[in-house]
């Protein structure tokens, strides 16, 4: 009888976690990143290639005194996919493979926003004296695991309302898109 009811209670435990498994099929390509709305359903990403550009103070016009910002841009103030600042946010990213720690090969990170000119930046470095120097972008944390064949599925902790990009090694210069809403 404690057999029996040990298996029952083991199967009441378990069985639930394997009805909660993801069903969502993994990206047909590379460099497809995904928004898990649930563990059925999941929306791709606004993409965009981002511009390269520069800003330089009223100094540098007046002057000819070199002082610039340099940033990668993209258009639009927001992103038409959005979530809620009190969700966790999961996204599928299929990779060329997934043997190697996705924090080597995705960066996350918070953009600008510039509703004046209606488009989103992040200062790349800046130019001073013919000096040169990169900025310190800040990578929100994730924690990552395998997906399937050769995705990953990452998880990062509630983030403040704004607006986001992810990058994958080789084409730093795509950005896909998401913005989080305030609560």
Known sequence: MKTFLAILLLSGSI????????????????????????????EPLEKQKASSGSKANIGAALFGVAKARGMNLVDGAKSPVRVSGVDKVRLLV????????????????????????????????????????????????????????????????????GEYAVTLEGSRDVFNLFGVDPY
């Open 15 to 42: 069985f639930p976690l394997l009805a909660r498994q993801i069903q969502v099929e993994e990206p047909e390509f590379s460099g497809i990143v995904l928004l898990m709305r649930n563990d059925q359903q999941a």
């Open 94 to 161: 299929k990779a060329d493979g997934n043997s190697r720690d996705p924090v080597e090969m995705i960066n996350v990170f918070l953009l600008e926003a510039d509703p004046d000119k209606n488009r989103r930046i992040i200062t790349t470095g800046t130019v001073n004296f013919n000096k040169t120097t990169a900025a310190a972008i800040d990578f929100i944390p994730f924690t990552g695991s395998k997906y399937r064949e050769s995705s990953y599925l990452l998880e990062l902790d509630p983030l403040p309302p």
